[in-house]
């Protein structure tokens, strides 16, 4: 139990992807690369793509549908929803909608974003309101459509994206199972990994100009990114471990954002954690952004691996440059 005496739990699991999937043989007639070069780089063998029917809110409604059925709750029982994403539907915010599509008509809705650290940096938003029992059901979703924002023709980064959604509820419990955790930030790296607004100045009348144009798609410095993911990740993990007053080998899973199996053996290799603890689906979805941690989870539980009780030091990074993870028992 925390010292105001409020605790978090995590009830329940969803997940949603686009039917459609890309796999590399096909990628491949897209841009120069092959499926041996993703495969052996990242781990990636296909992705799911959403097309121009589906929307970023569709996909969210459906995992947290699964997830509020897991916890056994009602929709119209949620307090809160927060919604990581940097694709939003809408800029002024997604997560009204699928409060709406939901029924969840009692809950305040707001969008976050923390690119590929949104669901982490969401996980611990949500947990303050319910330590400082201000709310007791919290939807949190991670869920992005990067399809939308990638260069289909350069090959360093449109292999690596897919699109998702996954969910969880947490709730006020009397122990706390938010065991440990420590978010990170460092904007004088913004410039490695970008979906920017262009501006295009435009004259309205002498002397008043605005700017009209629009985001551009990715760019990224994979390079960095890799590597400031495998030093950076493991810090954060051991500070969190350290918060929580746990050993390494007292974790059952270590579940990272998806980004590059490369990535993910790294830090389990820094931190020495066994191959068989790391939680991993990229093979089928690629890098879902904040959609790929819940996505995995839900997975997991899904399959029986992941059980209550079980510890889980997971972690999320990406653009930001953020970075963050959390230590925490799964059900209760
Ligand atoms: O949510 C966070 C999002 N970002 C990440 O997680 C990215 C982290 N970074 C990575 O995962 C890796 O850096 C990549 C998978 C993006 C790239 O792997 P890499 O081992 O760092 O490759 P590289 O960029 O050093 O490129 C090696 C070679 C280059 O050719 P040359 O210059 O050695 O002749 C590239 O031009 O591979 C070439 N290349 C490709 N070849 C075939 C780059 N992309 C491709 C491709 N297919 N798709």
Not at 186 to 206: M, V
Not at 271 to 289: A, C, D, F, R, V
């Amino acid at each position: 139990m925390n010292q105001l005496g409020l605790g978090v739990a995590i009830t329940g699991s969803g997940s949603a992807t686009p039917a459609a999937s890309l796999d590399n043989h096909r990628l491949s007639q897209i841009v120069e690369t092959s499926d041996e070069w993703i495969s052996a780089r990242t781990g990636i063998r296909s992705r799911h793509l959403a097309d121009a029917e589906q929307s970023l809110s569709d996909l969210a409604t459906v995992a947290s549908q699964q997830a509020i059925a897991m916890a056994g709750i009602s929709p119209a029982e949620i307090d809160l929803i927060i919604l990581a994403t940097s694709s939003a539907d809408d800029l002024f915010g997604t997560a009204g909608k699928i409060q709406a599509q939901l029924g969840a008509l009692q809950a305040v809705a707001f969008d976050m974003t923390a690119a590929c650290s949104g669901f982490i940096f969401g996980l611990v938003t949500a947990s303050q309101f319910i330590r400082t029992g201000v709310y007791k059901n919290v939807l949190l979703i991670g869920a992005d459509i990067l399809s939308r924002w990638v260069d289909w023709s350069d090959r360093r980064t449109c292999i690596l994206f897919g699109d998702g959604a996954g969910a969880v509820i947490l709730q006020a419990d009397e122990r706390d199972r938010l065991l440990g955790f420590e978010l990170r930030s460092d904007g004088t790296q913004n410039s490695s990994l970008q979906l920017a607004y262009e501006p295009q100045p435009q004259a309205l009348l002498e002397g008043t100009t605005i700017a009209k144009g629009t985001y551009q798609p990715i760019t990224m410095n994979g390079q960095d990114i890799y590597r400031f993911a495998v030093r950076k990740v493991p810090e954060v993990i051991e500070k969190a471990l350290h918060r929580a007053n746990l050993g390494v080998e007292q974790i059952d899973w270590l579940l990272l954002h998806q980004a590059n199996q490369r990535i993910l053996d790294a830090v389990a290799e820094r931190l020495k954690i066994p191959p068989q603890k790391i939680i991993s689906n990229l093979e089928k979805y690629g890098n879902t952004s904040a959609a790929s941690i819940p996505l995995a989870l839900d997975e997991a539980v899904r399959e029986g691996k992941v059980k209550a009780g079980d510890i889980i030091a997971s972690a999320g990074f990406g653009a930001g440059l953020s970075w963050g993870a959390t230590i925490f028992e799964w059900g209760r």
